[in-house]
């Protein structure tokens, strides 16, 4: 049993509890049973009593699962991150997380200032990854994380990259830059990643995509709440790490100089250079670009969903 599936567990019993010591005792019901064999409208009162206890105890049921369960369960455009650390420099807050479906990489950054740490996860399956316990092998410059032998490169003192497989199926890199004693830093902070997971839980979603293209990954990125970004890309499977199409919704207004008019999503929007864009009701703006004809941009940004409870609540915090 997990600690929100026990808690759920403890809040249910605890208000079971509450309504048992409400409840009258086994004389008082038997008096209203004998009263409701002369009067009729009693036993019907007591029916809705029972009627409320149930709806009572399911209510609690329901409000603690919606309270205590996560926003984990991967879905189309929201990717679960699978690994965190569980140490930072001091100064460091989250700005950036990435994901997609199949051996899309894992992407989480951290900022403070110029100074950037990156925590990357990439797949085994992946051709690029494939080979990595054999490069590992082969690297004189070896630590150890975990338990596990990784390899250090690019170390200038204030950067440096470790890289350990976690197990057979992933591969995990800590990047850190513009630190001093790089190093000592990025092997602190990969000795304490754990397996816990995370979620991305931007404000848009793909709808149809044109043929021969899926979804690629999802990204949120700011300094904060206030200037949140989300990022949807699209690939052609037989290409996947290069973005055929790109969707953002942010704050900032495009530069639509010399733009083409155009409809979308039910009024005016703009096209130039291979970008369509379009206010949202929200005030914010959302572009679709891409090397496609622009029919297909603008079928883009008419499909795609909204989503109006976006998580930007862990931006610029130092852990989440």
Same mark, same amino acid.
């Given at each position: 049993?997990?600690?929100?599936?026990?808690?759920?567990?403890?809040? !249910?019993?605890?208000?079971?509890?509450?309504?048992?010591?409400?409840?009258?005792?086994?004389?008082?019901?038997?008096?209203?049973?004998?009263?409701?064999?002369?009067?009729?409208?009693? /036993?019907?009162?007591?029916?809705? $009593?029972?009627?409320?206890?149930? =709806?009572?105890?399911?209510? $609690?049921?329901?409000?603690?699962?919606?309270?205590?369960?996560? %926003?984990?369960?991967?879905?189309?455009?929201?990717?679960?991150?699978?690994?965190? *650390?569980?140490?930072? &420099?001091?100064?460091?807050? #989250?700005?950036?997380?990435?994901?997609?479906?199949?051996?899309?990489?894992? $992407?989480?950054?951290?900022?403070?200032?110029?100074? #950037?740490?990156?925590?990357?996860?990439?797949?085994?399956?992946?051709?690029?990854?494939?080979?990595? #316990? @054999?490069? !590992?092998?082969?690297?004189? %410059?070896?630590?150890?994380?975990?338990?596990?032998?990784?390899? $250090?490169?690019?170390?200038?003192?204030?950067?440096?990259? !470790?890289?350990?497989?976690?197990?057979?199926?992933?591969?995990?890199?800590?990047?850190?830059?513009?630190? *001093?004693?790089?190093?000592?830093?990025? @092997?602190? !902070? +990969?000795?304490? =990643?754990?397996?816990?997971?995370?979620?991305?839980?931007?404000?848009?979603?793909?709808? +149809?995509?044109?043929?021969?293209?899926?979804?690629?990954?999802?990204?949120?990125?700011?300094?904060? *709440?206030? %200037? /949140?970004?989300?990022?949807?890309?699209?690939?052609?499977?037989?290409?996947?790490?290069?973005?055929?199409?790109?969707?953002? /919704?942010?704050?900032?207004?495009?530069?639509?100089?010399?733009?083409?008019?155009?409809?979308?999503?039910?009024?005016?929007?703009?096209?130039?250079?291979?970008?369509? +864009?379009?206010? @949202?009701?929200?005030?914010?703006?959302?572009?679709?670009?891409?090397?496609?004809?622009?029919?297909?941009?603008?079928?883009?940004?008419?499909?795609?969903?909204?989503? *109006? /409870? &976006? %998580?930007?609540?862990?931006?610029?915090?130092?852990?989440?």
């Amino acid at each position: 049993m997990t600690r929100s599936e026990h808690e759920t567990e403890t809040l !249910i019993r605890d208000s079971l509890d509450r309504l048992a010591t409400r409840a009258p005792d086994g004389r008082a019901v038997r008096d209203a049973l004998a009263r409701a064999g002369r009067r009729r409208r009693p /036993a019907t009162k007591l029916a809705l $009593v029972a009627a409320a206890v149930v =709806v009572l105890v399911a209510g $609690v049921f329901v409000g603690t699962r919606v309270l205590t369960t996560p %926003d984990l369960d991967a879905a189309a455009g929201r990717p679960v991150l699978g690994y965190s *650390p569980g140490w930072l &420099p001091d100064g460091f807050t #989250e700005q950036y997380r990435e994901g997609g479906p199949g051996t899309t990489p894992q $992407v989480r950054r951290w900022f403070a200032g110029p100074a #950037e740490v990156t925590l990357s996860v990439y797949s085994t399956a992946d051709p690029e990854w494939s080979q990595t #316990e @054999l490069r !590992i092998a082969s690297i004189r %410059d070896q630590v150890l994380v975990r338990g596990r032998v990784a390899m $250090v490169t690019g170390d200038t003192g204030t950067a440096a990259l !470790i890289t350990w497989l976690a197990d057979a199926e992933h591969v995990l890199t800590a990047r850190v830059g513009g630190v *001093p004693d790089a190093r000592e830093v990025a @092997l602190r !902070i +990969a000795q304490g =990643v754990t397996a816990t997971p995370v979620g991305v839980r931007g404000e848009l979603r793909f709808g +149809a995509l044109p043929a021969g293209l899926t979804e690629r990954s999802a990204a949120v990125g700011g300094t904060g *709440p206030a %200037d /949140a970004s989300t990022e949807l890309t699209a690939a052609d499977p037989a290409r996947p790490s290069v973005a055929a199409v790109r969707v953002t /919704a942010s704050a900032n207004p495009p530069g639509v100089d010399g733009a083409t008019p155009v409809t979308v999503r039910g009024g005016q929007g703009f096209f130039v250079a291979g970008t369509v +864009a379009v206010r @949202l009701p929200s005030g914010r703006w959302l572009t679709v670009s891409g090397a496609r004809p622009e029919s297909e941009l603008i079928a883009v940004a008419n499909g795609v969903q909204l989503d *109006p /409870a &976006p %998580d930007y609540r862990w931006l610029g915090r130092a852990t989440s």
